[in-house]
């Protein structure tokens, strides 16, 4: 990749209290996407700096070069997927990073992108696109991750997989629904025109079906989760079980 950022703000900038507000804003996108990908901030250096409009400034990379690789990519790809009125492969929470107060481009290495003129409207309209209610769903319970992170994954028989994400104190109840049907109730974030939740913040999970499946993923469970057996273990007995008792159901 280049040894500089360089990036320039499309708007004008009306006066030095703008500007500075809307370098700190991009600051913060680099920041929020750099955190969101490799744990870390991706820190820079600011080398030039122009007052004319359009105001375009050079920026060093301070951080490891993987970091700010990571970063600057997935900022060109979701500004692309915005421009476009797509949905972009981002969380909820950095979307409105994305609005730092000015069109912009940006040029990384072989990295171009430019927010067009549609961008501030069409991300907009894309935080107007969710809401939020409460929802009980049902399906089959079959990945769990509490290496990253507290979240698991049910699979509804005729809908798409739903994110569920719980807190330390429903571990057990969630252990126990590995592999087998339950329903999860809680708050729901919907995207409009989807009649599917995406993610679900988990009140309560009840198994109401326990004939096992065998399941996916159990991320960050150890010996301690499963009598003394690991979890590969476990997965292996519950396959077993699975297949000499109920075949592929």
Not at 16 to 25: P, Q
Not at 33 to 45: D, P, Q, R, V, Y
Not at 145 to 157: Q, Y
Not at 228 to 236: E, F, K, L, M
């Amino acid at each position: 990749m280049s040894e500089f950022l360089v990036a320039k703000f499309l708007d004008e900038m009306a006066g030095l209290k703008r500007l500075g507000d809307t370098l700190n804003k991009f600051q913060a996108l680099l920041d929020a996407c750099s955190e969101h990908l490799s744990g870390k901030k991706a820190e820079f250096t600011l080398l030039t700096l122009s007052k004319n409009s359009p105001v375009d400034f050079t920026l060093a990379p301070k951080s490891a070069s993987q970091v700010v690789d990571k970063a600057v990519s997935f900022i060109a790809q979701t500004v692309e997927d915005i421009n476009k009125g797509k949905q972009p492969q981002c969380p909820e929470k950095l979307l409105k990073v994305f609005l730092v107060g000015s069109r912009f481009e940006l040029g990384y290495g072989e990295i171009k992108v430019q927010t067009s003129d549609l961008f501030e409207s069409n991300l907009r309209g894309l935080l107007s696109k969710k809401r939020r209610e409460f929802q009980v769903v049902r399906g089959r319970v079959v990945a769990i991750d509490i290496h990253d992170k507290r979240e698991f994954r049910i699979f509804p028989r005729l809908a798409k997989p739903v994110k569920c994400q719980f807190e330390p104190h429903q571990f057990d109840e969630v252990r126990d629904a590995i592999g087998k049907i339950a329903e999860v109730s809680g708050v729901a974030l919907i995207w409009k025109g989807d009649p599917s939740p995406t993610v679900i913040k988990v009140d309560s999970i009840k198994v109401v079906e326990r004939r096992p499946a065998p399941p996916r993923s159990l991320r960050g469970l150890g010996a301690r989760d499963y009598a003394g057996i690991d979890s590969v273990a476990h997965v292996r007995a519950i396959r077993e079980e699975f297949e000499q008792g109920f075949g592929g159901g």
